[in-house]
């Protein structure tokens, strides 16, 4: 049974044209997190909700931005994707109970820009 | 210098192989977490430590908090053992993640 769903699996965009991903979690955990992941490179944090706290990584562009409109679900919106915003973005959720959470990671987005 | 340190970067083994992944960090941390990455993207969470030694089927993590040094451990390894290994830390509030360590495992 899927935990952690991402839509869509993969997704093509245009250079500037606004793209939005989407988690969602049956787990009904209090933390959801972004990753961006590039080629051959380790997963980044892009920020992260702690229940409806907001979490921005210091090194997140400006050009994303997230939504968590309830406990299940929660957005990652890139408003003017640019060919270097192509990766595998990865959503996980923790239980939020404390600094040991294991994350689950969703199957992630592979976005394409063109 | 990097706070997380991973070594080998790459790694090739024959299957039935011991294999022995490194982390090394510089910062104080409340635990340490083990993930698995496959060809495709799909991450795996194996173990979290905070101390001693974990072991789940064929895999051991180990985990010196005073050394400030990791090891996952595989056993008998096998082709489909062959992945990105990512060690990621937890201190205080942020995530470390290590670079990686590809294993590839040929039968």
């Keep these: ?114 | 210098k990097n706070e997380v340190e991973q070594s080998p970067q790459n790694l090739t083994a024959q299957e039935g192989e011991f294999i022995t992944i490194n982390c090394s960090y510089s910062v104080g941390i409340s635990a340490l977490h083990w993930l698995q990455q496959h060809p495709g993207g799909g991450i795996v969470s194996l173990f979290m430590l905070s101390s001693g030694k974990k072991k789940h089927g064929r895999l051991i993590a180990t985990i010196n908090i005073q050394e400030k040094h990791s090891s996952l451990h595989i056993t008998a390894s096998h082709p489909r053992d062959s992945a990105v290994y990512i060690c990621d830390l937890f201190p205080d509030n942020d995530m470390r993640f290590g670079a990686g360590t590809r294993l590839t495992v040929k039968p």
Aim: include cysteine; glycine fraction near 6%.
């Design chain 1, 1 to 114: 049974d899927a935990m952690v769903i991402q839509n869509p699996r993969y997704q093509v965009t245009q250079f500037g044209k606004p793209v939005t991903l989407s988690c969602s979690q049956t787990l009904n955990h209090n933390v959801m997190y972004w990753y961006q992941q590039k080629s051959s490179q380790a997963p980044k944090l892009l920020f992260h909700y702690y229940d409806k706290d907001f979490n921005n990584e210091a090194d997140t562009p400006d050009n994303f931005q997230s939504r968590r409109p309830n406990t299940s679900f929660c957005f990652l919106d890139i408003r003017s994707p640019g060919l270097g915003d192509a990766a595998m973005y990865l959503c996980a959720t923790s239980p939020g109970q404390g600094m040991a959470d294991t994350q689950y990671f969703g199957p992630g987005t592979r976005l394409t820009v063109l």
